[in-house]
């Protein structure tokens, strides 16, 4: 990565923060997350560009050596076991790592979002309580409006678009040129 690149991207990440610290103060009735809960880090795939997997590399680089080795090891775990939904290997004690080089798909945890077919995503943590679960419908596994009106909340449930093609495609990211490279799963880098 040239300074360059580093230099637009990290502006870029700048952008989104704004951007989801906005979304998670729009939403907040609906929202659990506290430091320590790491649901969203427990089981997925974690897709990412070539960009964004080098900048969290460079977290990883900076890392303690015994740090380095606990990573390492879970990552010969996942490969061993060939699942396609993991627990993320810079996941340690809960706490992510790697925290200020997360890649994008990271920030956008604990929202609703959808999937490429337009259908609202829940987070992990919704049927377990937390996110969106008071406004979640259980048995149908989607949004309930009874449940919304019930509620008096004070905004609504927004689905905001967040996958990777959209976030990659944002007027920002052409207008710094950011070069994203190909996109893949977590496990496909490492
Ligand atoms: S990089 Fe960090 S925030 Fe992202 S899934 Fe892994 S542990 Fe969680």
């Known amino acids: 990565m040239t300074d360059l690149d580093i230099e637009n991207y990290l502006t870029f990440l700048n952008s989104i923060n704004g951007d989801m610290q906005k979304i998670f103060e ?3 009735e609906y929202i659990h997350c506290k430091k320590g809960c ?3 880090c427990k089981q997925g795939d974690y897709p990412m560009s070539e960009i964004e997997f ?3 590399m460079s977290g990883f680089n900076n890392l303690e050596e015994k ?13 061993k076991e060939a699942k396609d939904s993991y627990i993320c290997p810079f996941l340690i004690d809960n706490s992510c790592s790697v925290y200020e ?16 077919k337009g259908n609202p995503t ?7 309580g937390l996110n969106f679960s008071a406004i979640y419908d259980k048995d149908k596994k989607h949004l ?5 009106y019930k509620g008096k909340f004070k905004n609504d449930p927004k689905i905001f678009r ?12 052409k207008k710094l040129n950011i070069q994203f490279g190909e996109a893949k799963r977590l496990i496909d880098f490492l």
């Open 54 to 56: 080098e900048y969290l």
């Open 122 to 128: 829940f987070p992990l943590c919704t049927p377990l």
């Open 162 to 173: 967040l996958s990777n093609k959209v976030v990659m495609n944002l007027p920002l990211a």
């Open 101 to 116: 080089y997360r890649p994008i798909v990271c920030r956008t945890f604990g929202v609703l979002t959808e999937d490429s």
């Open 67 to 79: 740090t380095k080795e606990i990573i390492k090891n879970n990552i010969e775990n996942i490969k």
């Open 38 to 40: 790491a649901h969203c």
């Open 144 to 148: 309930s409006s009874e449940l919304y």
């Open 26 to 28: 729009y939403q907040k």
